[in-house]
Nanobody
Framework: QVQLVESGGGLAQPGGSLRLSCVAS????????MGWYRQAPGKQRELVAA???????NYADSVKGRFTISRDNAKNTVYLQMNSLKPEDTAVYYC??????????WGQGTQVTVSS
């Protein structure tokens, strides 16, 4: 069983920055890709950024050039650095680890609010 615990959410002003962290319990962290998703009120959950076990990354068009995903395998942690935040980035952000059928793990979510 894998547990994911996110932290780092909060209130930021437009143009500001936040860094989210997600710590994974258990073994095998370095073997799997990780992702950050978000869900705004009334909208579907969407992929924000993902990183493979080898460190390759991909981003939603809406965050390219502003967000950076990274991982520290020694700490079983994945990060999401969010810069130049916009009000439309307001959402609950979730960490995900997909390890195969029946092994799709999610964190509890952390609220990010961008407002002046």
């Amino acid at each position: 069983q894998v547990q994911l615990v996110e932290s780092g959410g909060g209130l930021a002003q437009p143009g500001g920055s936040l860094r989210l962290s997600c710590v994974a319990s258990g073994s095998g962290f370095r073997l799997y890709g990780m992702g950050w998703y978000r869900q705004a009120p009334g909208k579907q959950r969407e992929l924000v950024a993902a990183i493979t076990s080898g460190g390759s990354t991909n981003y939603a068009d809406s965050v390219k050039g502003r967000f950076t995903i990274s991982r520290d395998n020694a700490k079983n942690t994945v990060y999401l650095q969010m810069n130049s935040l916009k009000p439309e980035d307001t959402a609950v952000y979730y960490c995900n680890s997909y390890r195969g059928i029946g092994r799709d793990y999610w964190g509890q979510g952390t609220q990010v609010t961008v407002s002046s």
